[in-house]
């Protein structure tokens, strides 16, 4: 499967707890993205890549999120000090941006990781 | 800011109803409009575009015209099948910085066979 990947599916931890996703975008794709989807909400966008540099932060991403993407490949997202309102589905989507920022609009997403803090 | 409002759901048809999921749009600028579609079980995935006003986008028999008059992105289909039966989400990007998505609220279609 050559789609985009993210691991673990779900995550059930305790409140005060660490807890690190991790994505695996379509091995081509330079852009990637974090979103976070609450039940029967929309997903909304949390952060983005170009290859290794992270461009943009949406300020629901607090002090306790930090994203990386190191080698521009994959990605992880960590939330340090996890909060019951951390509970959420963690999306992540890749695409190819050209030269000029040429490209369809098309996002890929993967499954999601879905959190629980108890 | 920019925004997406979609009709709230869920929605339940008959197999062959004709389909119509409302979704208008607040933005700046001149936005691209999405539609995504979420089956159970799977990731989201585009179903269909329109870059600019008058655009009409079409898959898997699925259309929405971009009317800027009406700020509107209007998904309809002429005839649903049960394997239509997913949660449908309209989406804006207005290419500033980011190729960033704001999605409305989504809504969950069931087609009863």
């Known amino acids: 499967d050559t789609g985009v990947s993210q691991n673990p599916r779900h995550k059930i931890t305790k409140r005060g707890q660490n807890v690190t996703f991790r994505c695996d975008p379509i091995?081509?794709?330079?852009?990637l993205y974090w979103y976070r989807q609450t039940l029967g909400q929309g997903p909304e966008f949390l952060t983005y890549?170009?290859?290794?540099?992270?461009?943009?932060k949406s300020r629901l991403l607090s002090d306790r999120f930090s994203a990386e993407r190191p080698k521009g490949s994959f990605s992880t997202l960590e939330i340090q000090r996890t909060e019951q309102g951390d509970s959420a589905m963690y999306l992540c989507?890749?695409?190819?941006?050209?030269?000029?920022?040429?490209?369809?609009?098309?996002?890929?997403f993967g499954e999601g990781s879905r959190l629980t803090v108890l | 800011g920019n925004s997406v409002t979609q009709m709230e759901g869920p929605v339940t048809l008959s197999e062959e109803a004709f389909l119509t999921i409302n979704c208008t749009y607040t933005a700046t600028g001149y936005p691209s409009l999405f539609w995504y579609v979420q089956y159970p079980g799977e990731g989201l995935q585009l179903l269909l575009k329109?870059?600019?006003?008058?655009d009409k986008g079409s898959n898997k028999g699925f259309e929405a015209t971009y009317r800027k008059e009406t700020t509107s992105f209007h998904l309809e289909k002429g005839s649903v099948q049960v394997s239509d039966s997913a949660v449908y989400f309209c989406a804006l990007s207005t290419y500033q910085g980011a190729q960033k998505l704001v999605f409305g609220q989504g809504t969950r279609l069931t087609i009863n066979p």
């Open positions: 329109a870059t600019k006003a008058d």
């Open positions: 091995s081509e794709h330079n852009r």
């Open positions: 890549f170009q290859n290794e540099a992270q461009l943009e």
């Open positions: 989507a890749s695409s190819l941006v050209g030269a000029g920022g040429s490209n369809t609009g098309e996002l890929f």
